[in-house]
């Protein structure tokens, strides 16, 4: 079993972060001017590296926008690692480090595998969105922390 961790992305991760995004849909990379997301992501020290092994193997975007509460905005993992629990151990680990009470995160209607993966590492379904992807709402999922760091 490999070891999973993060490690905060840094400027020369760029482009390795960027390949991921555009590896898993290149349209939606750049229709959504996701390299420029990545780049503040990183800049503001809330994009994180997925590594097995210490072999970068995917990323994610973390931060407190959403109503000041953790917010994981993107996770995308390398396509041979998913469906073997490393996104809900990345999940985990992003859940572990969040300085508030509650994470939240979304997913598309059509993306089953989020779905499981947020279920099975104790996120609850907040509800939906119509409207922002045509006949693909979006669905809110939160997860409460025990932690004695939290401050909301």
């Given amino acids: 079993m490999e070891t999973i961790s993060l490690r905060k992305a840094t400027i020369e991760d760029k482009a390795l972060v960027v390949d991921f995004d555009y590896s898993l849909d ?3 990379h750049i229709e ?7 780049t503040k992501a990183i800049l503001g020290e809330e994009c994180f590296i997925i590594l097995a092994d ?9 931060d407190y926008r959403f109503f000041d509460l953790g917010w994981i905005e993107l996770i995308i993992l390398d ?9 809900g151990q990345a999940i985990d680990l992003i859940c572990k480090q969040c300085k508030t009470n509650k994470v939240f995160t979304s997913t598309n209607s059509s993306n089953i595998q989020m779905q499981k993966a947020l279920s099975k590492v104790g996120f609850s379904f ?3 969105i119509i409207g922002l992807d045509d006949g ?17």
């Fill in 126 to 128: 907040a509800g939906e």
């Fill in 26 to 28: 290149a349209v939606e």
């Fill in 79 to 87: 396509e041979k690692y998913r469906g073997k629990g490393i996104g």
């Fill in 32 to 38: 959504l001017k996701r390299e420029e997301k990545i």
């Fill in 136 to 152: 693909d709402p979006e669905l809110f999922y939160y997860k409460k922390i025990n932690t004695k760091k939290a401050k909301n």
């Fill in 54 to 62: 210490n072999r970068a193997i995917g990323f994610a975007i973390f």
